[in-house]
């Protein structure tokens, strides 16, 4: 009986609709002398749910090995930010880390940092003249296959040109000057029949003239023709120098962004040294700006956070911020005044 319960559990956990991490395959020696080929579903799914691990396994491997990489290498840029996320704010006097140990670390990070920045720049650089090269060529076999073209279409307009100035119409306009000259006799016989003879004698200057005109305005339209033809080679060239400027902005682009952030690197540079010296003179560290209000609402910027009047940054309190950019701190009951440049 404890047996049949058993196999009956067995089955309603291998019919539900998920199968857990811990099942197993059914197992093939028998009870009672019957083996699991009687409950042929439970073997089915466990295979099926094997082999969509296995699937989504291998899709999840393929997606990680075959991401690509973010725009210029900002993917590499973020991990390197990361990795030169320093700890100095959560340092406590009881870490045994001195101050000038302290000071050392980020300045090290920083030097890494700006290292990165550099190593960036260039693999960047590489990056866009890789691109230019690959567009310039893509260019000049479609400049080449272009001025084929344009080629053809000057000669194609030259061969109209003549077949065009063939085409003519004629007209033929005459003028007949003419003078006549004449003589009659009459004779009556005596049979009283009647004889005449007549001599008329024309002369005169007859003349024509012939008036060929050309159908339409072949030169005009030839003209036209070339100055389409050219216009299109002017517009060649400027693919190449559309090109070239779009490069030099993309370098011009990353040599700022580097810029900026060597300023930042060198400017918190400068804040670590100048913050090592306050925190050796008793004092909490640089407040990095400063926003007064006089509503109350006045706050100070330390080490990437925002306080605020009363509130403390360890054992020293924010006892006042002046409109003079000016914060007082209170440690112990003695004042430190510091101010923000």
Not at 41 to 68: D, E, F, H
Not at 94 to 119: D, F, H, K, M, P
Not at 134 to 160: F, V
Not at 258 to 281: N, V
Request: with cysteine; hydrophobic share 30%; proline share 3%.
């Amino acid at each position: 009986m404890a047996e049949s319960e058993t196999s009956q559990e067995a089955t309603v956990e291998s019919n539900g609709d998920s199968v857990v991490s811990t099942a197993h395959p059914p197992e093939s020696s028998s009870v009672h002398g019957e083996t699991s080929e009687e409950n042929p579903a439970a073997g089915l799914k466990w295979i099926l749910s094997g082999l969509a691990a296995i699937l989504l396994i291998v899709v999840a491997v393929q997606l990680i090995r075959y991401s690509p990489p973010g725009t210029w290498a900002k993917g590499k840029q973020k991990r390197q930010q990361a990795q030169s996320t320093l700890p100095g704010a959560g340092w406590s006097s009881g870490t045994g880390i001195s101050l000038a140990q302290q000071e050392a670390y980020l300045l090290r990070n920083a030097e890494t940092e700006l290292a990165g920045v550099e190593s960036c720049l260039g693999e960047n650089r590489k990056n866009i003249e890789d691109w230019y090269r690959e567009n310039l060529a893509a260019l000049e076999t479609w400049k080449r296959k272009c001025l084929r073209d344009l080629a053809r279409e000057e000669q194609l307009a030259w061969t109209r040109y003549n077949q065009n100035m063939k085409n003519l119409r004629s007209d033929t306009s005459a003028i007949a000057d003419a003078e006549s000259h004449g003589s009659q006799n009459i004779m009556r016989m005596p049979d009283g029949s009647v004889s005449t003879s007549e001599h008329v004698s024309t002369q005169g200057t007859f003349s024509s003239t012939e008036n060929t005109y050309v159908v339409g305005n072949p030169a005009g339209q030839y003209e036209w023709e070339m100055r389409s033809i050219q216009n299109a080679r002017n517009s060649i060239q400027q693919e190449f120098v559309k090109l070239r400027k779009k490069r030099d902005r993309y370098i011009a682009e990353l040599e700022r962004d580097a810029e900026r952030r060597r300023e930042g690197i060198h400017a918190r540079k400068r804040e670590i040294t100048e913050s090592t010296q306050i925190k050796l003179q008793g004092g909490p560290g640089v407040v990095s700006a400063l926003s007064y209000s006089e509503n109350g609402e006045s706050i100070i910027m330390f080490e990437g956070r925002v306080y605020r009047e009363g509130e403390s940054i360890g054992a020293f309190k924010i006892r006042k911020i002046h409109p003079d950019k000016r914060v007082e701190f209170e440690k112990n009951g003695a004042i430190l005044i510091q101010r923000v440049e």
